[in-house]
């Protein structure tokens, strides 16, 4: 209610409301600015930039609770246009090396502030989602809006950068934190000044793959969390008077080219990593971002009044006309001596065979079926219980959507040791996807263990489905080291290391780029028989390649499908003794085929 005021006075020309709302939301604005930045002078521009935008359009919002979010989707306009256009600056990294610093790990406040800092090894575009989504409270909606996507497809963007995140993060939490506990580690990153870097976080993450004592420490890091528990950064007590004193009341809005740039521009063409999302338009001009939060209409200077009453006088005609033909067809129902009530008729469909890959084919394709619409989209499963006994350590279901809309979707367990490839998607109305469990027994609970599978869809009127896991797992044994060290490595199973995909993006189905080649060196003192790629192309189902050997260096390819989205695939590898090692997910971007 207090923001409702705020807004009217404001829009009324009351500077002073103005200056409430800016003392309300400069935080926000600042603390989002700096971390995109690193730079005090830079942070301060990009705000003045941003509310002096917002003063001039101010107008448009006719609901209070969406001006932070609006406030930040033109910050984020600003930045990745400047960025675009060559002007923005960054002092991340900048500057002259500094001492290495102490080995000594940080603190609790001090490691948060330091993973922070660390986010600017992401491409622009990634760490601005990162920001939005894990250091804001907002809604479905609000987030895509503010981000910049569609709504349905706003979790699998942020799950996308969520997993990049904490593998580059991870690794450098690993690097800052862990080099007493290692000395190989400490070895490797001999001469480090301490800042984040894009290649110590590539070397620790190869690193970890063969050192278990790091493995685990970055398992247990929790850098999303430290990146979100960061302190805010305050801003300096003079941008108020910078802000406040450049902003009279009301003045004319600019024309679109003062704005910014609006042309289309591929994402993660910035910054120290290639960016994780996919392909997508550059963000609006702020007078077009606000029409895309609901609560906000931006002036319009045609008459589309006008075009809508024209419009409206159409749809009065049609429906008169539908009703004069319904009368007609009424009375010569009526008319016939064998004619009763009229009963309402339920539509009948005649399944085809479903040709769309990652879609069921229906066992009988000839049988006629009462069709039930479903409001929103609804989720369902080919299996509501699995059992994988005590010796599986994967399973296969098929997700379903039977509603009248298309949803993302994500799928949670709860528990690390079951995960799902893929982890989420997007299904439109009457769509499948294959998705499949993977265990690790290695680090599942011995005994008897039961685990519940949800899969979540983003819309906000679907229906979520889960799915009941268990099964058997062994106690560990532990074997006694004996002189036969060929033998106890052996049983281990092989290791896959140095695993790569060239390119890393490729593109839909059938276009010339829809393969990539996939490599990984896999060793094993018992010898290696066999070694294969399985992956999951976007829309599904899941496929498998043979892999070909030349030395300790293994190859194959991987094809993607006929959708867009993120591929993922992992590699497995069978030694001479039959013993099993398979990969952690890795995943490559697939992009639209140009017509």
């Given at each position: 209610?207090?923001?409702?005021?705020?807004?009217?006075?404001?829009?009324?020309g009351?500077?002073?409301?103005?200056?409430?709302?800016?003392d309300r939301?400069?935080?926000?604005v600042?603390d989002?600015c700096?971390?995109?930045?690193?730079d005090?002078?830079?942070?301060?521009?990009l705000?003045?930039d941003?509310?002096?935008?917002?003063?001039?359009?101010?107008?448009d919002i006719?609901?209070?609770?969406?001006?932070?979010?609006?406030?930040?989707?033109?910050?984020r306009?600003?930045?990745?246009?400047?960025?675009?256009?060559?002007?923005?600056?960054?002092?991340?990294?900048?500057g002259?090396?500094s001492d290495?610093?102490?080995?000594?790990?940080?603190?609790t406040?001090?490691l948060?502030r330091?993973t922070?800092?660390?986010?600017?090894?992401?491409?622009?575009?990634?760490?601005?989602?990162?920001?939005?989504?894990?250091r804001?409270?907002?809604?479905?909606?609000?987030l895509?809006a503010?981000i910049?996507?569609d709504?349905?497809?706003v979790?699998?963007?942020?799950?996308?950068v969520?997993?990049?995140?904490?593998?580059?993060?991870g690794?450098?939490?690993?690097?800052?934190?862990?080099r007493?506990?290692?000395?190989?580690?400490?070895?490797l990153?001999?001469?480090?000044?301490?800042?984040?870097?894009?290649?110590?976080?590539?070397?620790v993450?190869?690193?970890?793959?063969?050192?278990?004592?790091?493995s685990r420490r970055r398992?247990?890091?929790?850098p999303?969390?430290?990146?979100?528990?960061?302190p805010g950064?305050?801003?300096?007590?003079?941008?108020?008077?910078?802000?406040?004193e450049?902003?009279?009341?009301?003045?004319p809005?600019?024309?679109?080219?003062?704005?910014?740039?609006?042309g289309?521009?591929?994402?993660?063409?910035?910054?120290?990593?290639?960016?994780?999302?996919?392909?997508?338009?550059?963000p609006?001009?702020?007078?077009?971002?606000v029409a895309?939060l609901?609560?906000v209409e931006?002036h319009?200077?045609?008459?589309?009044?006008?075009?809508?009453?024209?419009?409206?006088?159409l749809?009065v005609?049609?429906?008169?006309?539908?009703?004069?033909?319904?009368?007609?067809?009424h009375?010569r129902?009526?008319?016939?001596?064998?004619a009763?009530?009229?009963?309402?008729?339920?539509p009948k469909v005649t399944?085809?065979?479903?040709?769309?890959?990652?879609?069921?084919?229906?066992p009988?394709?000839?049988?006629t079926?009462?069709?039930?619409?479903?409001?929103?989209?609804?989720?369902?499963?080919?299996a509501?219980?699995?059992?994988?006994?005590?010796t599986a350590?994967?399973?296969r279901?098929?997700l379903?959507?039977?509603g009248?809309?298309?949803?993302g979707w994500?799928?949670s367990?709860g528990?690390?040791?079951?995960t799902?490839t893929?982890?989420?998607?997007a299904?439109?109305?009457?769509g499948?996807?294959?998705?499949?469990?993977?265990?690790?027994?290695?680090?599942?609970?011995?005994?008897r263990?039961?685990?519940?599978?949800?899969?979540i869809?983003?819309?906000?009127?679907?229906?979520?489905?889960?799915?009941?896991?268990?099964?058997?797992?062994?106690?560990t044994t532990?074997t006694?080291p004996?002189s036969?060290?060929?033998?106890?490595?052996?049983?281990?199973g092989?290791?896959?290391?140095?695993v790569?995909?060239?390119?890393?993006?490729?593109?839909?189905?059938?276009?010339p780029?829809d393969?990539?080649?996939?490599?990984a060196t896999?060793?094993?003192?018992?010898g290696?028989?066999s070694?294969?790629?399985s992956?999951?192309?976007?829309?599904?189902?899941?496929?498998?390649?043979?892999?070909?050997?030349?030395?300790?260096?293994w190859?194959g390819?991987?094809t993607?499908?006929?959708?867009?989205?993120?591929?993922?695939?992992?590699?497995?590898?069978?030694?001479?003794?039959?013993?099993?090692?398979?990969?952690?997910?890795?995943?490559?971007?697939?992009?639209a085929?140009p017509v």
């Amino acid at each position: 209610m207090y923001d409702t005021k705020l807004l009217m006075a404001a829009q009324e020309g009351d500077d002073a409301a103005f200056a409430a709302l800016f003392d309300r939301n400069v935080d926000a604005v600042y603390d989002l600015c700096w971390a995109l930045t690193g730079d005090e002078s830079e942070a301060s521009r990009l705000v003045i930039d941003v509310f002096t935008l917002a003063a001039r359009h101010l107008g448009d919002i006719t609901d209070a609770s969406q001006i932070r979010p609006w406030l930040l989707a033109i910050a984020r306009h600003r930045v990745l246009a400047d960025d675009n256009d060559g002007i923005l600056h960054s002092a991340w990294g900048a500057g002259p090396p500094s001492d290495p610093v102490s080995d000594e790990p940080l603190g609790t406040a001090e490691l948060r502030r330091w993973t922070r800092s660390a986010g600017a090894t992401l491409a622009l575009p990634d760490q601005l989602v990162l920001e939005l989504a894990r250091r804001n409270d907002f809604d479905g909606d609000q987030l895509a809006a503010v981000i910049g996507c569609d709504p349905l497809e706003v979790e699998h963007v942020v799950d996308q950068v969520e997993v990049e995140a904490t593998s580059v993060l991870g690794a450098l939490v690993v690097a800052r934190q862990g080099r007493r506990d290692c000395p190989e580690l400490d070895g490797l990153l001999e001469g480090w000044d301490g800042r984040p870097a894009v290649d110590v976080a590539d070397a620790v993450d190869r690193h970890a793959r063969d050192c278990e004592r790091c493995s685990r420490r970055r398992a247990l890091a929790g850098p999303l969390e430290s990146f979100a528990a960061a302190p805010g950064v305050i801003p300096p007590p003079q941008l108020r008077n910078e802000v406040l004193e450049g902003i009279t009341a009301h003045p004319p809005s600019p024309p679109l080219a003062a704005i910014g740039p609006s042309g289309p521009a591929i994402l993660g063409a910035t910054g120290g990593r290639p960016a994780t999302t996919v392909a997508a338009p550059m963000p609006p001009p702020p007078d077009q971002v606000v029409a895309i939060l609901p609560g906000v209409e931006p002036h319009d200077p045609y008459p589309w009044a006008l075009f809508g009453a024209v419009g409206a006088a159409l749809v009065v005609l049609a429906v008169a006309l539908v009703l004069v033909f319904t009368a007609g067809h009424h009375d010569r129902v009526s008319a016939s001596p064998k004619a009763g009530p009229v009963a309402a008729v339920t539509p009948k469909v005649t399944l085809a065979p479903v040709t769309t890959p990652g879609t069921i084919v229906p066992p009988d394709t000839t049988t006629t079926t009462t069709l039930i619409a479903a409001p929103g989209s609804r989720l369902g499963l080919d299996a509501n219980q699995v059992d994988l006994g005590t010796t599986a350590t994967s399973v296969r279901v098929v997700l379903t959507n039977a509603g009248t809309s298309g949803t993302g979707w994500r799928a949670s367990s709860g528990a690390t040791w079951l995960t799902c490839t893929p982890t989420s998607g997007a299904l439109g109305p009457g769509g499948a996807v294959t998705v499949s469990l993977l265990l690790d027994r290695q680090n599942a609970p011995t005994g008897r263990f039961q685990v519940r599978v949800t899969f979540i869809p983003s819309q906000a009127n679907g229906t979520a489905v889960s799915l009941l896991v268990d099964g058997t797992n062994s106690a560990t044994t532990t074997t006694t080291p004996t002189s036969t060290t060929s033998t106890t490595q052996g049983s281990v199973g092989p290791s896959i290391t140095n695993v790569s995909a060239s390119p890393s993006t490729i593109q839909a189905s059938p276009c010339p780029a829809d393969h990539a080649d996939v490599s990984a060196t896999v060793n094993d003192p018992a010898g290696v028989s066999s070694v294969a790629i399985s992956y999951t192309p976007p829309g599904g189902p899941i496929q498998t390649a043979a892999m070909s050997q030349a030395g300790n260096r293994w190859s194959g390819t991987i094809t993607a499908s006929s959708s867009p989205g993120t591929l993922t695939y992992q590699i497995t590898a069978t030694d001479s003794s039959g013993v099993t090692t398979t990969s952690p997910s890795h995943s490559i971007m697939v992009g639209a085929c140009p017509v």
